[in-house]
T-cell receptor, first 115, second 114 residues
Framework: AQKVTQAQTEISVVEKEDVTLDCVYETRDTTYYLFWYKQPPSGELVFLIRRNSFDEQNEISGRYSWNFQKSTSSFNFTITASQVVDSAVYFCALTSNTGGFKTIFGAGTRLFVKA | DAGVTQSPTHLIKTRGQQVTLRCSPKSGHDTVSWYQQALGQGPQFIFQYYEEEERQRGNFPDRFSGHQFPNYSSELNVNALLLGDSALYLC???WGTGDNQPQHFGDGTRLSIL
């Protein structure tokens, strides 16, 4: 079965703090894709990053970085020097061929960044 | 370059009625997926359309049906509405088979059932 777990329901930080959002996934496939999306209050999900199962290189994009570890089935997301505009719900998602490549989303982590 | 557009933005219906939601994909995209997002939860996959056919379907009853038109736009139909159908309905588009492609989402239609 495919599953994505985001154990942190809500996180509250003060501006300029670093924050890490956790994501743990389950799949028996060897080929799969992991995604992070951001959902601001407007409702539209915004794509942040895609990672395939064969690429374990960490990635940095500005203040965002992602740590993919197959050994622990985790794909964690870190925001460095958080800003108020980072306040949103963040979703981790998984697609794999066993699931017919249906996208499975985690329950999301709501991030509050206070000024 | 227009993104994914959905209509209407909000909708109020009563139990037993039926509803049709509409989606226009991002320019250049040919695959459309629909999701149901209940309050405080992640999006749940309903189904995906490609080349005017339903490619994949999630765990939703037959009351949920859809259609894709030659111009790639899509409709989601829900019959015999239940209170539990109250949710934000999201449309997402992508290019090609969409299997590993990032999806572009619309702002959603918020459906309330009274």
């Amino acid at each position: 079965a495919q599953k994505v777990t985001q154990a942190q329901t809500e996180i509250s930080v003060v501006e300029k703090e670093d924050v890490t959002l956790d994501c743990v996934y389950e799949t028996r496939d060897t080929t799969y894709y992991l995604f992070w999306y951001k959902q601001p209050p407007s409702g539209e999900l915004v794509f942040l990053i895609r990672r395939n199962s064969f690429d374990e290189q960490n990635e940095i994009s500005g203040r965002y970085s992602w740590n993919f570890q197959k050994s622990t089935s985790s794909f964690n997301f870190t925001i460095t020097a958080s800003q108020v505009v980072d306040s949103a719900v963040y979703f981790c998602a998984l697609t794999s061929n066993t699931g017919g490549f249906k996208t499975i989303f985690g329950a999301g982590t709501r991030l509050f960044v206070k000024a | 370059d227009a993104g994914v557009t959905q209509s209407p933005t909000h909708l109020i219906k009563t139990r037993g009625q039926q509803v049709t939601l509409r989606c226009s994909p991002k320019s250049g995209h040919d695959t459309v997926s629909w999701y149901q997002q209940a309050l405080g939860q992640g999006p749940q996959f309903i189904f995906q359309y490609y080349e005017e056919e339903e490619r994949q379907r999630g765990n939703f009853p037959d009351r949920f049906s859809g259609h894709q038109f030659p111009n790639y736009s899509s409709e989601l139909n829900v019959n015999a509405l239940l209170l539990g159908d109250s949710a934000l309905y999201l449309c997402a588009s992508s290019w090609g088979t969409g299997d590993n492609q990032p999806q572009h989402f619309g702002d959603g239609t918020r459906l309330s059932i009274l």
